[in-house]
């Protein structure tokens, strides 16, 4: 069974870079994912998909400071730069063939 | 650009059903599937199902087969999920979402609809 597992929190200082994890469950290493954002009171939004080489094509409008890498069945989201702005719940999102929606739990930011 | 506009907020009471559209914009509406996703409030994203709005073929999550219905209307790109028999536990903001064309990634959200279930 695919499992997305992200930790439920991270914290990182104003002006600094903050690295998210997502993790996919054995044997679904090679699985492309999508990054979301959800803003305080707001809809998500897509941030990104990362395929597991590690290229990844950012979302209109997505600012140069987000970039995602892969290593093995890990998949990050990079926030250089934190902007108070940043402060979300961060989504990973893949899909099987039954389930096409398959979500992380989020990792909420805070922006210190 | 790319929109999904969804219906307003609704108030239903335990038992009853609810149908909230999503009307698209700004791509050919039959070469992308649309799928819903719904949230209750301080928890996390649950996929409910898909839609493909060329052929109306449908797939639900199991947890809600016999319960929901997606549908669509071409002629407005209109795209519409029905769910029956709701309790409270179905109170939660539901939003339709387009994935990718190849890769399944969700690329556009809809601002979402929050559906109220209180008797």
């Known amino acids: 069974q695919l499992v997305l597992t992200q930790p439920p929190a991270a914290s990182a200082s104003l002006g600094a870079s903050v690295k998210l994890t997502c993790t996919l469950s054995s044997g679904h290493s090679t699985y492309t994912i999508a990054w979301h954002q959800q803003l305080p009171g707001k809809g998500p939004r897509y941030l990104m998909k990362l395929k597991s080489d590690g290229s990844h094509k950012k979302g209109d409008g997505i600012p140069d400071r987000f970039s995602g890498s892969s290593s093995g069945a890990e998949r990050y989201l990079t926030i250089s730069n934190l902007q108070s702005d940043d402060e979300a719940v961060y989504y990973c999102q893949t899909w099987t063939a039954d389930i096409r929606g398959v979500f992380g739990g989020g990792t909420r930011l805070t922006v210190l | 650009q790319v929109q999904l506009v969804q219906s307003g907020a609704e108030v239903k009471k335990p038992g009853a059903s609810v149908k909230v559209s999503c009307q698209a914009s700004?791509?050919?509406?039959?070469?992308?599937?649309i799928n819903w996703v719904r949230q209750a409030s301080g928890q996390g994203l649950e996929w409910i199902g898909w839609?493909?709005?060329?052929?109306?073929?449908?797939g639900y999550r199991q947890t809600f087969r016999g319960r929901v219905a997606m549908t669509r209307n071409t002629s407005t790109r209109t795209a519409y999920m029905e769910l029956t028999g709701l309790t409270s536990e179905d109170t939660a903001v539901y939003y339709c979402v387009r994935p990718n064309v190849g890769e399944y990634t969700f690329d556009y959200w809809g601002q979402g609809s929050l559906v109220i279930v209180s008797s």
């Open positions: 839609m493909n709005p060329y052929t109306g073929n449908t």
């Open positions: 700004g791509y050919i509406f039959s070469n992308h599937d």
